[in-house]
């Protein structure tokens, strides 16, 4: 199944400038996953040390933050659109 | 330190407007977005954002270490709100704000950070201001805006 993956424009150098790619899957990890076989070194610029997504990202499907979904485990369908956006985010 | 010449015209109003922000949320951080018409250097409207990061501290505290007292995560529901009403009205983002309760006015690590990400910033046009809102009541403020040049942010004091 295909879906399209927004990419922010800090990390198009890593995907030869598109802004907008497909992945397979049926969730957002295994999309993801399918993304670092076509585009590598995408994996670690969206998940920490500990293999966790960075905190730092949203990610969302179409307009709906995973964070408030399932995660990673969040179903995608063809047709879907995942975006990631990097966070406003900071402190003090 | 390279030079960059920035002259994005932010009125009182504005200002007033982030400063009472940042009062009424203290002792937590305040923050919100600052639109502009597109290709004119003024800040014209400002968009208050909800402060999710207690939110998220709850949800998860290994991830999220900080509470709202000293961190800021701009709620990604009203971020994408305000950002597709900037595209239907020919509008953009000039200014991204916080406030710093009990603290100074600078960019800390955590705000460079997260403004750049991946060593370069995902919003390159669009500055930073950081409010000082000590015991209560807003007393400094500047501006961090990115120089490509440098590859850092650089400091306009809009007051102190």
């Given amino acids: 199944m295909s ?25 957002i990890k295994a999309v993801l996953a399918s ?27 179409n307009d709906e933050d995973i964070r408030f979904l399932k995660g990673e485990d969040t179903p995608v369908k063809a047709g879907d659109e995942i975006s990631i956006v990097p966070a406003i985010a900071g402190g003090c | 330190m390279s030079y960059m010449y920035r002259d994005l015209k932010i009125n009182d109003y504005v200002l007033q407007q982030i400063f009472l922000q940042g009062e009424k949320a203290y002792p937590n951080e305040a923050c919100g977005i600052i ?9 014209v409207g400002v968009f208050p ?29 009203e971020f ?7 595209e239907d009205k020919e509008f953009e983002f000039k200014i991204f704000y916080h406030s710093h ?3 100074g006015v600078y960019f800390s690590e955590e705000d460079r950070l997260m403004a750049a ?22 007393i400094a403020a500047s501006e961090f805006f990115w120089d490509p040049e440098a590859g850092d942010f650089i400091e306009r004091k809009l007051l102190t």
Wanted: hydrophobic share 30%; charged share 25%; glycine share 8%.
């Fill in chain 2, 35 to 43: 639109i502009g018409p597109k290709g004119y250097n003024a800040a």
């Fill in chain 2, 117 to 138: 990400p991946w060593g370069e910033p995902a919003y390159p046009q669009v500055g930073h201001i950081v409010i000082s809102v000590t015991k209560g009541k807003a």
């Fill in chain 2, 49 to 77: 954002i909800k402060n999710i990061q207690d939110e998220l501290h709850a949800k998860d505290p290994q991830k999220y270490t900080r509470t709202a007292t000293t961190a800021y995560y701009m709620d990604p529901r």
């Fill in chain 2, 80 to 86: 994408k709100i305000v950002e597709k009403e900037c």
């Fill in chain 2, 101 to 103: 309760p009990d603290h």
């Fill in chain 1, 3 to 27: 879906v399209k993956v927004r990419i922010p424009t800090p990390l198009q150098k890593i995907t030869q400038n598109l802004a907008v790619v497909e992945g397979q899957g049926a969730t």
């Fill in chain 1, 35 to 61: 993304l670092e076989t076509k585009y590598p070194g995408l994996h670690d610029r969206l998940y920490d040390d500990k293999g966790a997504l960075r905190r730092f990202i949203n990610f969302y499907v």
